[in-house]
């Protein structure tokens, strides 16, 4: 409910049965006490039955977001699929920070537990679906003891889970001096992984304050 967007709309009244309308109005003011409130057809569909061209007619542009689905729908009726765009989508959700934060603030072993009943919840609804962790190796085992488990209890199911690298000790890339140091705080990480299990083989990366994507996108 509310104001549509844009300062210029038109309603269609059907004179033929080609017309049907697809998406409706109200006026907000402008009735009468005893008028009905009936509504304006704001997007009609012109099924071709006086000159054969089939047509879908909107009353306004795109700004408002309904008419956009429409759009791409319109296309895809009247094209008969040929321009019609793939539903398939892809989700990736990163969890930074796997081993960063400060005593009094990490994972316990609860938290990993809800962590994964959390993601078998998405993966009946995304079949494949798998939280992906940044971890900086530096910080592994430097909260309290119930911390330090929650470290463990998520390399027990890291296999769970997919893994990014978000650099050794947590820095931004560009505050290094050369790359052969960016290198050698890299493979520290990379080394922590092949020790403890965790996968090497992303192609992904994301830096700490997010300061760089790879690949770039």
Known sequence: WGALPGDHWTVFRANSSTYEPVAWAL???????????VPLATVIQDHGRLDGVHRVLFGSGLQFWLHRLLFLDALSYLSH????LNLERWILVDIDDIFVGERGTRLHEEDVAALLASQTALQRLVPGF?????????????GTVLENLGDDALLRN?????????????QQPHLYNNVSQLEAEMMLNKQFALEHGIPTNSSYSVS?????????H
């Open 27 to 37: 006026r907000q003011n402008e009735y009468g006490t005893s008028e009905e409130r």
């Open 130 to 142: 798998k939280f992906n962790l940044g971890y900086s190796a530096k910080y592994y085992h430097h």
């Open 81 to 84: 699929g040929q321009l019609s």
């Open 158 to 170: 890291r296999e769970h889970f997919t893994w990014f690298c978000h650099m050794w000790n947590h």
């Open 208 to 216: 700490p304050h997010h300061s760089g994507v790879y690949p770039v």
